[in-house]
């Protein structure tokens, strides 16, 4: 794509959504404890339960951080009250036709194992133009949900969107906001969430060379800032499962992984959806065409994990990143968790 063109599409972020240029003011949260949710795996992939504090360091800018609250649930004796939920958000926004129906008949698939006993409360959400529809409450019987897909008509895009670049800008702003709003309804409900969004994500517009104006970066930062807050806070872990074969591109948001620091050092990748997954704490599956499967790997982090509370040091200013770490006493196993945080100054501080 011609640099021209693409300088035009870095002006388009910002003036083709009212609103999308405007920052998000930062929560004034500083100073209070943080909790994190931590998956801990065998290098199997298989949840591991059954350690205590003293396995595991939590570093906070590569500096010790004093844990004062942990927990371990094992999903069993030690089960988390509420609940841990679950949602599969089909994206009819960016995924054709062939593959809404195909992932229909996965998740069926999915639901209806076990004889419909489903491991936590679920629910199924479609991503539309029009928004976001589905259930309103969760279910442990997978029976209901499955007949629920049964009596769905094909949900698909109802408008013709634009075509070539311009078209991924407006998934782009269409997919990242509403990824925002379901996060921040999710957050509200008590107990952890896992979003397990089916299909492969919106564009990510990594053409390099695109020199974006100060405007779009503050906004997209903002975006950054709001969606990395109210996941960690919200206590919810984001997955990516899509159907295929791994690809070319199947790993380039790999490259975009660390944690955003300033303002001038953002651009669209860094709000992907494998990007956001991935620093929630949460998994991106390879595309795979068992689906269900997909998901079974996901859902073997609802019941299995721990927590650790600790307190953030004073901040500097404003969405002050701060890089994450969880280092485990044990060999051969591997923590999950948020890769980051956005701190404030302590409410008493600011003017």
Request: hydrophobic share 40%; aromatic share 8%; charged share 15%.
């Amino acid at each position: 794509m011609q640099r021209s063109l693409w300088t035009a599409l870095a002006l388009l972020l910002c003036l083709s959504a009212p609103g999308f240029c405007q920052p998000v003011p930062a929560s004034p949260q500083g100073n209070e404890n943080i909790t994190l949710i931590v998956m801990v795996t065998d290098k199997s992939g298989h949840p591991v339960p059954g350690l205590a504090q003293s396995d595991f360091t939590l570093l906070d800018n590569n500096h010790p951080a004093g844990v004062v609250a942990f927990h371990a649930f094992d999903g069993t004796a030690q089960a988390p009250d509420p609940p841990t939920e679950a949602i599969i958000l089909f994206d009819t926004v960016n995924t054709g036709f062939e593959q809404v129906s195909y992932a229909r008949q996965q998740v069926q698939n999915f639901l209806l194992q076990n004889g419909g006993h489903l491991p936590v409360p679920m629910a199924v959400y479609w991503f539309t133009n029009q928004g976001v529809e589905g259930s309103s409450e969760s279910t442990s019987d997978g029976n209901a949900l499955a007949a629920q897909l049964e009596a769905t008509e094909g949900h698909l895009r109802s408008i013709n969107r634009s075509a070539g670049a311009y078209g991924a800008i407006e998934l782009f702003q269409l997919s990242t906001r509403m990824l925002t709003v379901i996060a921040g309804n999710e957050a509200k409900k008590p107990g952890r969430k896992l979003i397990i969004w089916a299909g492969p994500g919106w564009p990510m517009l990594d053409s390099p060379g695109i020199n974006y104006s100060m405007k779009t970066q503050k906004s997209l930062f903002g975006q950054i800032v709001e969606l990395s807050t109210v996941l960690r806070e919200g206590h919810i872990a984001l997955y990516s499962v899509s159907q295929g074969m791994p690809g070319e591109a199947t790993f380039m948001y790999q490259s975009y992984l660390k944690g955003v620091k300033k303002v001038n050092q953002v651009s669209p990748p860094d709000l992907s959806l494998k990007v956001i997954a991935v620093q929630s704490g949460g998994l991106v599956v390879s595309p795979s065409n068992d689906l269900a499967a997909s998901i079974s790997t996901c859902m073997q982090d609802a019941n299995v994990f721990y927590t650790l509370t600790f307190k953030p040091p004073p901040a500097d200013g404003p969405n002050e990143y701060h890089e994450l770490k969880v280092k485990l006493d044990k060999p051969g196993l591997t923590a999950r968790t948020n890769t980051g945080y956005y701190n404030q100054p302590d409410r008493e501080a600011l003017p």
